[in-house]
């Protein structure tokens, strides 16, 4: 069985304390420029891959095409920095991405999910993958660490309630992981599907959503080579607050889309229903695109509060990654598509 690294939290510990005992962050980042020249390549090899028009079959090769270049480079195509704003930024310190969390199956108070979470169990931990595909498969997490390419990247992360982070995750491609299930001609979706324990997830013994919660790609967006697959954070095993054991990370969307604490992976052809859209589809739509043009019903999303900064920022479209995302939306009404 796999055992993940023990880290105690109290309410009076102090931010040294919580740092000291995962990898020293000033070692983490010393390792932030191969980081940056990896990143890079992910998207040199996404621009141009898939296109809104395509067909499934065509989407499916490019993108698989475009998983399996993620590990070559091309120094003209590094030399444009092409991914440089996902590394620019300074990344949130561990204390600040691991005590602040949005996770309604265990509160709706940010704070207090540090807490609840402490008691999920999290072993033993299977992902199905199922739906349109020709090889259904039900894999255990010790295999999916062993055989995916795990890797290391600093993403931003942006809420839809108007704050931001920018965090140092671990993980793989999607793409990776859904080429072992063959999808078919007819997956056209991708559907994620949470744990449901309400004896374990306190949050889930009220009806604040319909459980367990659910998310979902176009097939597109889900093989393209950003959208991760996350396993940690600083360099050791993913938090049980922040999604342990695996975590969508989407990081051109708003966060509600990184559903955590997957457990079913399935691909369909028509598009399901996710649970924020079932909940408010004026409020939160499929997409869930980060752009500022765009206001939530309640408040505006040209600005951004970054956890631990006092001024706000101004909030990028695509969150900072339109080059290597915008041509999947080509044609497309951003405000109707929202």
């Known amino acids: 069985m796999r055992s993940y690294k023990k880290t105690s939290y109290s309410k009076h510990s102090h931010t040294n304390e919580i740092e000291n005992e995962v990898t020293d962050q000033s070692l983490y980042l010393n390792r932030r420029a191969f980081i940056e020249k990896s990143s890079r390549t992910i998207g040199a090899y996404s621009l141009g891959a898939m296109t809104l028009?395509?067909?499934?079959?065509?989407?499916?090769?490019?993108?698989?095409?475009?998983?399996?270049?993620?590990?070559?480079?091309?120094?003209?195509?590094?030399?444009?920095?092409?991914?440089?704003n996902i590394t620019q930024d300074k990344s949130n310190s561990l204390s600040e991405i691991t005590r602040y969390n949005n996770y309604y199956e265990f509160s709706t108070n940010k704070e207090a999910v540090i807490h609840l979470a402490k008691v999920l169990t999290t072993e033993p931990w299977t992902l199905t993958i199922e739906g349109e595909v020709e090889k259904p498969i039900i894999l255990d997490i010790d295999k999916i660490l062993s055989s995916m390419p795990i890797e290391e990247r600093i993403y931003r992360l942006r809420c839809v309630e108007g704050w931001s982070m920018v965090i140092p995750w671990s993980g793989f491609s999607l793409c990776h992981l859904l080429k072992l299930a063959l999808p078919t001609s007819k997956a056209k979706y991708v559907e994620f599907v949470s744990l449901l324990r309400p004896e374990e997830m306190i949050g889930q013994r009220i009806d604040s959503l319909d459980w367990p919660y659910r998310e979902a790609l176009r097939i597109d967006e889900a093989m393209h080579p950003l959208t991760l697959i996350a396993t940690?954070?600083?360099?050791?095993?993913?938090?049980?607050q922040n999604g342990a054991p695996l975590r969508l990370v989407v990081p051109w969307k708003y966060a509600f889309k990184s559903i955590k604490a997957i457990t079913h992976i399935r691909l369909l052809e028509e598009q399901p229903i996710s649970s924020w859209s079932k909940a408010a589809s004026s409020e939160y739509g499929f997409y869930a695109n980060v752009n500022p043009?765009?206001?939530?019903?309640?408040?505006?999303?040209?600005?951004?509060?970054?956890?631990?900064e006092i001024k706000k920022r101004r909030t990028q479209m695509f969150n900072g990654y339109a080059e290597q995302v915008a041509h999947l939306y080509k044609g497309m009404n951003l405000e109707k598509n929202y």
Do not use: F, M
């Open 293 to 308: 043009k765009v206001a939530h019903p309640r408040w505006t999303q040209r600005r951004e509060n970054r956890i631990g």
């Open 232 to 240: 940690g954070l600083y360099g050791q095993d993913l938090p049980k």
């Open 53 to 84: 028009g395509s067909s499934s079959s065509l989407l499916l090769a490019n993108s698989s095409l475009a998983c399996e270049n993620l590990g070559q480079l091309n120094k003209s195509q590094l030399d444009k920095g092409q991914l440089h």
